[in-house]
């Protein structure tokens, strides 16, 4: 899982690990996404989670859980803005993550599908960079509302409704059908689905 995978799951994974078997250890991985399919069926990784669409068809999977778009920007910012309008969004300066680690172009290419130009000032590869980079300034990122709230909870930034539709996604969890009869695999899979519904 990405870095925003880790800041979501790892904390709770963890936790109901240590309660059902504290003795198994977690390591968690970035693969870039065209090679995790390989990295399934050698058994390198046990279990995919994440935003993978081109996964699908490769894999087998189940859906954790849907999620949307948000804007975040700092609590300044927020309060200058009152609304997030187009217009506001389109003048905006803003933040653009893109990483071969993670499946979270949807944004990006629904916003081109839409013919939605906007000024990117700073590319990154790491969400968790988000939170103190936007919090004093008038930068302005979009991501998935559930990392919204977490950095919502820890610092200085608000999630605003997105100011145009943009498509749900399924965040997965994807496993090899190779090994799919493997009791310890099978174990894992629902300790991680059943997290994932708590969440």
């Not at 240590?18 to 250890?25: L, M, S, T, V």
């Not at 390198?44 to 935003?51: P, T």
């Not at 803005?81 to 506001?88: L, S």
Request: proline share 6%.
């Amino acid at each position: 899982m990405t870095d925003i995978g880790s800041l979501y799951f790892l904390p709770s994974l963890e936790a109901d690990f240590q309660e059902k078997a504290p003795r198994i250890g977690i390591e968690i991985r970035q693969v870039q996404v065209d090679e995790i399919v390989d990295q399934l069926a050698s058994g390198r990784l046990d279990a995919a989670v994440g935003n993978l669409p081109s996964l699908r068809g490769q894999t087998r999977s189940a859906v954790i859980f849907r999620e949307h778009y948000v804007c975040l920007m700092g609590k300044e910012q927020a309060l200058a803005i009152g609304e997030m309008t187009m217009d506001t969004f389109l003048a905006s300066r803003h933040v653009a993550v893109s990483s071969t680690y993670s499946g979270h172009r949807l944004a990006e290419d629904a916003l081109q599908d839409l013919g939605i130009s906007r000024r990117i000032v700073v590319r990154t590869p790491y969400y968790t960079a988000l939170p103190l980079l936007i919090s004093n300034s008038d930068l302005i990122v979009l991501l998935p509302s559930r990392i919204a709230r977490i950095f919502a909870s820890q610092t200085e930034v608000v999630a605003l409704p997105a100011p145009m539709e943009l498509p749900e996604f399924d965040v997965r969890m994807h496993w090899h059908p190779r090994h799919e009869t493997n009791p310890a695999l099978n174990w894992l899979l629902e300790r991680i689905a059943a997290v994932g519904r708590t969440l």
